[in-house]
Nanobody, 123 residues
């Protein structure tokens, strides 16, 4: 059983930056693909970014490509999301998730979830 705890959310101005972190415990972190999802008010949860077990392969939603960077440190059991050039439409609760599937991008493929951290971007 993997436990995930996000941190780093908060308020930012449009064009600014935030860095989210997710700390994992209770499992072999390096065996999981890790991802970030987000859910805005009144909308469905959506995929943001994914990183493979060893951190070699990353994949991004078109809406964040070129602005967000996902990374992981398997020695520290952490995964991060660096968010630059933030836009008001990035406002959402951001969730960290872990999957046993190498190339998972669907919500249903992720077995473990954090409780989320709020990101608010003002215009």
């Amino acid at each position: 059983q993997v436990q995930l705890v996000e941190s780093g959310g908060g308020l930012a101005q449009a064009g600014g930056s935030l860095r989210l972190s997710c700390a994992a415990s209770g499992g072999t972190f390096s065996r999981y693909a890790m991802a970030w999802f987000r859910q805005a008010p009144g909308k469905e949860r959506e995929f943001v970014a994914r990183i493979s077990w060893g951190g070699v392969t990353t994949y991004y939603a078109d809406s964040v490509k070129g602005r967000f960077t996902i990374s992981r440190d398997n020695a520290k059991n952490t995964v991060s999301l660096q968010m630059n050039s933030l836009k008001p439409e990035d406002t959402a609760v951001y969730y960290c998730a872990a999957s046993n599937s190498y190339n998972a991008i669907q919500i249903s493929e992720y077995e473990y979830w954090g409780q989320g951290t709020q990101v608010t971007v003002s215009s």
